[in-house]
C-alpha cells in the first residue's frame, strides 16, 4: 500500500539549513509527484514545493531562494532542503502524493522547531 | 496566489447539518478539495475537484460549487467530526489553502 514517511532532524538552529528526508513505497515517483506541506503549531497548512514525476520542481515563490527538493528514485526518497532557516520556518513538515493536484497520501509528518 | 477563505469557527449539533464555505479570490474552476485534520493527526483527503467522494471516506460528506464559491456539507454531523476543515485549490499557481475552519460539536 501508499506510504510516506518523513525524517530529519527535530532541532536546527536560526541561519543552518534544513534537511528532510521523505521514503515512500507503493507507488513510483516517476509516475507521481510528491509535495512538501507545512504547518505551523496552531496555524494552517502552507504548501512548500513540490518535484514532479519527470523530476522537474516548483517552489512557493516566498520560499523560493532557500528552498531545493530533489529525489532519488533509486531509493524512493525525496529530499527538502532549505538554509537560512529563521524561527518562522518552526512547523510540522508533511509529504504528501498527488497525483491530480490534491493530496489523498500523506506522511505523519515530522516536526522541526528552529531554536538556539 | 489564490486567497482562500474559509470561516474560522462553526458549533452545530450532533444530527444536524452544517454547510462550511470556501471563497477563492480568483476563479479555480472545479479544482478546488477539501480536507479533515484531526489534532495531532495529518490532514485527510475527503473530496477532490469540488464534488468527488474520495475512498472510504462516508457518504455524510458532499462537496460542490465551482468558479470562487465552494461548499462542504455534512449531514448528519457526527461526534467524531469535530475537527478543522482546510479547502485547497490546485487550478493556479501556486497550490493554496485555506485557513481551515473549526467544526465543534455543542
Known amino acids: 500500500q501508499v506510504q510516506l514517511k518523513e525524517s530529519g532532524p527535530g532541532l536546527v538552529q536560526p541561519s543552518q539549513t534544513l534537511s528532510l528526508t521523505c521514503t515512500v513505497s507503493?507507488?513510483?515517483?516517476?509516475?507521481?509527484?510528491v509535495h512538501w506541506v507545512r504547518q505551523p503549531p496552531g496555524k494552517g497548512l502552507e504548501w512548500v514545493g513540490a518535484?514532479?514525476?519527470?523530476?522537474?520542481?516548483d517552489y512557493n515563490s516566498a520560499l523560493k531562494s532557500r528552498l531545493s527538493i530533489s529525489r532519488d528514485t533509486s531509493k524512493s526518497q525525496v529530499f527538502l532542503k532549505m538554509n537560512s532557516l529563521q524561527t518562522e520556518d518552526t512547523a510540522i513538515y508533511f509529504c504528501?502524493?498527488?497525483?491530480?493536484?490534491?493530496?489523498?497520501?500523506w506522511g505523519q509528518g515530522v516536526m522541526v522547531t528552529v531554536s538556539s | 496566489d489564490t486567497v482562500l477563505t474559509q470561516s474560522p469557527a462553526l458549533a452545530v449539533s450532533p444530527g444536524e447539518r452544517v454547510s462550511i464555505s470556501c471563497r477563492a479570490s480568483?476563479?479555480?474552476?472545479?479544482?478546488m478539495h477539501w480536507y479533515q485534520q484531526k489534532p495531532g493527526q495529518q490532514p485527510k483527503l475527503l473530496i477532490y475537484?469540488?464534488?468527488n467522494l474520495a475512498s472510504g471516506v462516508p457518504a455524510r460528506f458532499s462537496g460542490s460549487g465551482s468558479g470562487t464559491d465552494f461548499t462542504l456539507t455534512i449531514d448528519p454531523v457526527e461526534a467524531d467530526d469535530t475537527a478543522t476543515y482546510f479547502c485547497?485549490?490546485?487550478?493556479?499557481?501556486?497550490?493554496?489553502f485555506g485557513a481551515g475552519t473549526k467544526l465543534e460539536l455543542k
Open positions: 504528501t502524493l498527488s497525483p491530480r493536484g490534491y493530496f489523498d497520501y
Open positions: 507503493g507507488f513510483s515517483l516517476t509516475s507521481n509527484s
Open positions: 518535484i514532479w514525476s519527470g523530476g522537474s520542481t
Open positions: 480568483e476563479g479555480v474552476n472545479s479544482y
Open positions: 475537484k469540488a464534488s
Open positions: 485547497q485549490q490546485s487550478w493556479n499557481d501556486p497550490y493554496t
